[in-house]
């Protein structure tokens, strides 16, 4: 069964830091690109970042641009997200996403993936 799953979400004051992972199984996510969305209560889902299936390309929201980091480790499987200077605005539910396609051009930020993480809660709150 092909899965992603999400971890590191939590509750962190302003200013803080979280550390998203995704992790493939079932799949080997060396061939895909992969994107990290969020979802606020009452808005719609986001795109926040996207990593080529190298590494060698991303690509960032203007909302979280200089903020947030995303990485991956095809030897772990793994995709990070991290997030650094965290505001009361990026409290939302996390996704990764994998699309099947090495390069996540211009449309990243759509919900064109074809696998997508069950989510994980992130809360920005003093």
């Known amino acids: 069964q092909l899965q992603l799953v999400e971890s590191g979400g939590g509750l962190v004051q302003p200013g803080g830091s979280l550390r998203l992972s995704c992790a493939a199984s079932?799949?080997?996510?060396?061939?895909?690109?992969i994107g990290w969305f969020r979802q606020a209560p009452g808005k719609e889902r986001e795109g926040v970042s996207c990593i080529s299936s190298s590494g060698g390309s991303t690509n960032y929201a203007d909302s979280v641009k200089g903020r947030f980091t995303i990485s991956r480790d095809n030897a772990k499987n793994t995709v990070y997200l991290q997030m650094n200077s965290l505001k009361p605005e990026d409290t939302a539910v996390y996704y990764c996403a994998a699309d099947q396609v090495p390069l996540c051009g211009s449309s990243w930020y759509t919900p064109r993936y074809d696998y997508w993480g069950q989510g994980t809660q992130v809360t920005v709150s003093s």
């Open positions: 079932g799949f080997t996510l060396e061939h895909y690109a």
